[in-house]
């Protein structure tokens, strides 16, 4: 797999250069697109979920005191909250798809070098190496 050249990376020590076979991309590809199809279908169920609750806020409020209606404004924020989250999931996992197809999957954005396939288990759309990520986290 070739790197993509990085100009934030010129003058670094290059880095072993890591190839995948075409059956390892496919797979990461084939489960990268299945997290993608259940992420849509849960953004799918929670749009579903704020339809339901603003349809019954409009039905139900007639008789509502101030502590009923601050509960279903809640209630439709974190539903909302949580669309978004999920929303923000799946672009993710589809950049991860975009970065495989360009030959970038598995190189951290910022120092160029190798995702560990560790973090990459256990996040795959993962796009900065565990130390880049630590200091992003700092900030």
């Known amino acids: ?20 076979s075409a059956a390892e991309t496919e797979k990461i590809r084939a489960a990268l697109a299945a997290r993608r199809d259940e992420l849509r279908a849960e953004y799918d169920q929670t749009l579903s979920e704020i339809t339901e609750l603003q349809r019954d806020r409009l039905t139900d409020s007639a008789g509502d005191d101030q502590a009923d209606t601050g509960t279903k404004t809640f209630e439709r924020e974190q539903e ?3 669309a978004n989250s999920i929303l923000e999931r799946i672009t993710q996992v ?11 999957y598995g190189w951290c954005e910022r120092c160029g070098n190798p995702i560990p396939v560790e973090r990459l288990a256990a996040f795959p759309s993962a796009t900065l190496c565990v130390t880049c990520k630590q200091l992003e986290e700092r900030r």
């Open 80 to 82: 909302i909250s949580l």
């Open 1 to 20: 797999m070739a790197k993509p050249a990085d100009t934030k990376t010129a003058g670094r020590k290059p880095v072993a250069k890591v190839t995948r």
């Open 94 to 104: 589809e950049r991860a798809l975009e970065r495989l197809d360009e030959g970038g």
